[in-house]
């Protein structure tokens, strides 16, 4: 029965690429012709596959209703959170996860640090979007023109002298970050707190959410927390992994 199974979910990758007849089905799998043809009438009967008026065979429509419904009911926190949780036990620091919605960074989880000097931030409360390394993330992301009407609506306050001090300087930025694929935030909301980010991506390779650590100075310096970079950016992997339900890659695995 597993064979079976196999066989038919292999099916579904060979379509993707276009449709295909019978025997080009058959070759792929090296199996009979009246195999494919049982497997490719059961993958029909259940909306997967359609079979088209020249013969071949494509993706079914139930396919694509079944993985938009199960993007939609994916809840990036509850999938995160393990992962936040382990985070915060290896570093002791804050970690925070955020989405971008109705043109806002907000955070949507939170772990504190196990340091006595802690963060004031909230689950629900936007962040300062113009220098959080989060929110540097999520816009990275979007399409150019879209980042360029947002860099040119915003509004650019100087928490500090590190704070990002206009559109340009803005999208700047968001240029190196979409480059490089992390963030940081050194002093640029807080003189006192450094952060370092890194994206999660679902299975489009889009960037669904973002994830942080943060410290205040008195804890670690800004150079001792970019170190902690490569442990970010590996959890950030993970999650992105079991987010979009994408395998392992071996560099990731061996890791």
């Not at 930025?173 to 006192?192: C, F, M, N």
Request: glycine fraction near 6%; hydrophobic fraction near 40%; charged fraction near 25%.
């Amino acid at each position: 029965m597993s064979q079976t199974v196999d066989r038919a979910l292999s099916i579904l990758p060979l379509l993707a690429e276009g449709p295909a007849d019978l025997g080009q089905v058959a070759d792929r799998l090296g199996v009979h012709k009246s195999t494919a043809l049982r497997l490719l009438r059961t993958l029909h009967e259940h909306g997967l596959v359609h079979r088209q008026s020249d013969q071949r065979y494509r993706l079914g429509a139930r396919l694509f209703a079944l993985a938009q419904e199960a993007v939609e009911n994916l809840d990036v926190r509850e999938i995160a959170h393990p992962h936040l949780v382990a985070l915060n036990e290896k570093c002791g620091h804050t970690v925070h996860l955020a989405v971008y919605e109705e043109h806002e960074v907000l955070y949507i989880d939170k772990v504190e640090s196990r340091y006595p000097v802690r963060m004031y931030s909230r689950i629900g409360k936007p962040v300062a979007i113009t220098v959080a390394a989060v929110a540097k993330l999520l816009l990275a992301d979007r399409p150019e023109a879209e980042r360029r009407t947002l860099a040119e609506r915003l509004d650019y306050p100087l928490y500090t002298a590190r704070s990002t001090p206009n559109a340009p300087a803005f999208l700047r930025e968001l240029e190196k970050v979409r480059e490089q694929g992390w963030a940081t935030d050194l002093g640029g909301h807080e003189e006192s707190i450094n952060c370092v980010g890194a994206p999660i991506r679902g299975a489009d390779g889009r960037v669904v959410a973002a994830m942080s650590v943060s410290a205040p100075n008195v804890v670690v310096t800004a150079e001792e927390l970019l170190t902690l970079l490569p442990l970010v950016r590996r959890t950030a992997e993970v999650i992105s992994r079991d987010y979009s339900g994408n395998p392992p890659t071996k560099e990731a695995s061996s890791r």
